[in-house]
């Protein structure tokens, strides 16, 4: 085992709802794994250790409110989130970052979810910012075609920022250039100054399927699902600030409207019934502004909705 495959808690705090925590991936025997990658590809200074490095602890910290308990009944899955099943799902803690190194993390993080498809393992990533989806996407290189679906206020096609190319506004543009990417879905896309012309229409030249908000609140989210192809393998990418502040206030870029928790839940639940959700992630939260935890629990929802979907779709059977 590799130092790179170790994924060793960044400080002390709780596992995600006191599940098992595992820092040894080889001959990992799961169905899920939640960890979480606290670091980025910083445009400066002040950004290596900003507030959204803490947020992998503060879902975690605020995971009882999501859901009280694993056996208790979940309405937005229609019962206990395992079903009565065996269903295994662990932690892995954070990847770590070297002030010495400050790549290494994202090619720890890539190892990992390597790691993780190579045993069957449903990742489940917590940021960190917009940057971490990155190498985690990058690690699903030879299993496309695969849809990206994003959610997100902002388009996330720069080339790079301060010479940065792996950043938080540069996520889908880096998508786009792995052959096993193939069909992007960006929805919720509002606010001014969100994109630059050229990133627009670079992502257009791709075929990326652009749904603002404005047109999501006018179609419905089903009417978006009704858009993605049926039998696909998809990867939900979730930056907060895509979400609507009055569940997810806690950003650095707040923005007004967005997708509502009913609109997540649709698309979550669509997507599985659709095909195959292969990973997702959740990034973009900065917990200094959180407001009684509501951001936190909204993240630790998404989590138990795809879990519990999922065991309900025979993902593990």
Same mark, same amino acid.
């Given at each position: 085992?590799? +130092?790179?495959?170790?994924?060793?808690?960044?400080? +002390? /705090?709780?596992?995600?709802?006191?599940?098992?925590?595992?820092?040894?991936?080889?001959?990992?025997?799961?169905?899920?794994? =939640?960890?979480?990658?606290?670091?980025?590809? *910083?445009?400066?200074?002040?950004?290596?250790?900003?507030?959204?490095?803490?947020?992998?602890?503060?879902?975690?910290?605020?995971?009882?409110?999501?859901?009280?308990?694993?056996?208790?009944?979940?309405?937005?899955?229609?019962?206990? =989130?395992?079903?009565?099943?065996?269903?295994?799902?662990?932690?892995?803690?954070?990847?770590?970052?070297?002030?010495?190194?400050?790549?290494?993390? /994202?090619?720890?993080?890539?190892? $990992?979810?390597?790691?993780?498809?190579?045993?069957?393992? #449903?990742?489940?990533?917590?940021?960190?910012?917009?940057?971490?989806?990155? *190498?985690?996407?990058? !690690?699903?290189?030879?299993?496309?075609?695969?849809?990206?679906?994003?959610?997100?206020?902002? #388009?996330?096609?720069?080339?790079?920022?301060?010479?940065?190319?792996?950043?938080?506004?540069?996520?889908? %543009?880096?998508?786009?250039?792995?052959?096993?990417?193939?069909?992007?879905?960006?929805?919720?896309?509002?606010?001014?100054?969100? !994109?630059?012309?050229?990133?627009? +229409?670079?992502?257009?030249?791709?075929?990326?399927?652009?749904?603002?908000?404005? +047109?999501?609140?006018?179609?419905?989210?089903?009417?978006?699902?009704?858009? =993605?192809?049926?039998?696909?393998? /998809?990867? @939900?990418?979730?930056? !907060?600030?895509? $979400?609507?502040?009055?569940?997810?206030? !806690?950003?650095?870029? *707040?923005?007004?409207?967005?997708?509502?928790?009913?609109?997540?839940?649709?698309?979550?639940?669509?997507?599985?019934?659709?095909? %195959?959700?292969?990973?997702?992630?959740? $990034?973009?939260?900065?917990?200094?502004?959180?407001?009684?935890?509501?951001?936190?629990?909204?993240?630790?929802?998404? =989590?138990?909705? @795809?879990?519990?979907?999922?065991?309900?779709?025979? /993902?593990?059977?």
């Amino acid at each position: 085992m590799t +130092e790179a495959l170790t994924v060793p808690p960044r400080r +002390e /705090y709780q596992s995600f709802h006191d599940l098992p925590i595992v820092t040894d991936l080889d001959g990992i025997e799961a169905d899920v794994a =939640i960890f979480g990658i606290p670091f980025s590809d *910083p445009y400066t200074m002040e950004e290596v250790t900003n507030d959204q490095t803490n947020a992998p602890t503060a879902i975690r910290r605020f995971c009882q409110r999501a859901l009280r308990g694993i056996d208790r009944w979940d309405f937005d899955v229609g019962g206990p =989130i395992f079903d009565g099943k065996d269903i295994r799902v662990v932690d892995l803690g954070d990847v770590p970052g070297d002030p010495r190194d400050m790549g290494s993390h /994202y090619r720890k993080a890539e190892e $990992v979810v390597r790691k993780l498809l190579a045993a069957d393992v #449903l990742p489940i990533t917590l940021g960190g910012d917009h940057g971490i989806p990155i *190498p985690v996407m990058r !690690a699903f290189e030879g299993r496309g075609p695969i849809t990206l679906v994003h959610i997100d206020a902002h #388009l996330d096609w720069r080339d790079h920022v301060n010479g940065a190319r792996e950043g938080y506004s540069s996520p889908i %543009r880096r998508a786009a250039e792995m052959d096993h990417i193939g069909e992007i879905f960006q929805i919720g896309l509002r606010s001014a100054g969100s !994109a630059r012309p050229e990133e627009v +229409e670079a992502a257009l030249a791709y075929g990326a399927h652009l749904i603002p908000d404005v +047109e999501l609140q006018r179609i419905g989210m089903q009417a978006v699902l009704d858009r =993605i192809p049926d039998g696909g393998r /998809y990867y @939900l990418t979730i930056d !907060a600030d895509g $979400v609507d502040p009055t569940i997810m206030p !806690a950003v650095a870029g *707040p923005a007004p409207g967005g997708v509502t928790y009913d609109q997540m839940r649709m698309l979550i639940h669509g997507l599985v019934d659709k095909g %195959r959700v292969v990973g997702m992630d959740i $990034v973009e939260i900065t917990p200094k502004r959180d407001v009684n935890g509501i951001t936190a629990i909204t993240a630790g929802r998404f =989590i138990c909705n @795809l879990i519990g979907k999922a065991v309900r779709a025979g /993902y593990f059977d």
